[in-house]
Each structure stands twice: as C-alpha cells, then as structure tokens.
C-alpha cells in the first residue's frame, strides 16, 4: 500500500482529503479507546470491595437486628470512646457504664476503623481492659474520615454495637 500525504494544491494551499479525515478518525477514535481502557483499568485495581456482600441477606437480617438494638437499648449501658493521636499511632479509649453507673466488666471489646471506601484499609484495634469498664488500644491509621465500628460481646453474644463517624488527624 503507497501512503500519500494530504493533498497540497497548486497554490500551496492544504486540502482536505477524504485519506485525511479517515486517518483523523482513525486517530481520534484510537485515543479515546486508549483513555478508557487505562481508566477502567484504575477503576477495577483501586475498587476495594463492596460494603455489603449480599443485599438480600442484609434485608433478611434487617428483623433480628432490629431485635438486636432494641436489647441494647435494654440494657441501658452507656459506651463512651475517644480517639487521640499519638504520633503516628491512634489510641482508643472505651468505657462502659451500665444504667446504674457501675462500670461494665468480663466483656470483650473490638473496635474497627473502617475506610469509607476501601475495605483493604480497615484498621482493627486490640482492647485490653486497663480496669473496671475501661478499655484501650492502639493502631496504625491514616488521617481521613473513618466510620469507628465497637463490637462489646460476652460468651459470644453481641451486647452492644456502635457505628461512628470520626475524623482522625
């Protein structure tokens, strides 16, 4: 095949051929293939999961946990955390009150830091008891907006649950 460059007049001046268009075509429609294959392709290495595996088991679910929260509110217990930055560390600080005030001991407490976007950057935090109803740990985290997820379980069983927003520095 004998390629030709654009046609060029007898007065010097370009013409617009139909070659011409067709490779600017040609052209055009390449670049913008090229540009969505490397965008999906972020797309689909930097999508970190989804938030909820199976929407119908979570509507299934929707009743007992219903149930769920209606026995924390039961329970009348008073959970309050704090997080501080240390350096570059995140400490947590939880303490549980029942509703007479006495503190809430012979539970275990999980916390977890859960990106708003990113599932694999979930920070999970070790709560040791540091005395009665208190209990605190440590963990690496990025500054950003964070949901705080604090599990309290006994032999097992879900006492309490609750999902904060915080913004961790």
């Known amino acids: 095949m004998n390629l030709r460059l654009p046609q060029v007049s007898s007065t010097g001046e370009w013409r617009l051929t139909g070659r011409s ?3 600017m075509l040609v052209g055009f429609f390449g670049f913008v293939t090229i540009v969505n294959i490397a965008m999906i392709q972020a ?15 979570a509507g299934l679910d929707f ?13 009348g217990w008073t959970v309050d955390g704090e997080l501080t930055s240390d350096g570059d560390a995140e400490t947590l600080t939880v303490d549980i009150v029942d509703k007479t005030g006495a503190p809430v001991s012979g539970v275990i407490v999980d916390a977890r830091l859960v990106h708003p976007v990113d599932a694999r950057r979930d920070v999970s ?15 690496v985290a990025h500054a950003g907006y964070w949901r705080l997820d604090i599990d ?10 609750s999902r904060n927003r915080v913004l961790v520095h």
Do not use: C, N, W
């Open 125 to 139: 935090f070790v709560l040791d008891p540091t005395g009665p109803g208190h209990y605190r740990g440590m963990a």
């Open 21 to 23: 268009v067709f490779l």
């Open 152 to 161: 309290v379980t006994r032999e097992g069983e879900k006492l309490f649950h």
């Open 63 to 75: 009743k007992s946990e219903e149930a769920a929260a209606a026995a924390q509110r039961a329970l």
């Open 43 to 57: 797309a689909i290495s930097t999508f970190g999961g989804l938030d909820t595996p199976s929407s119908y088991q």
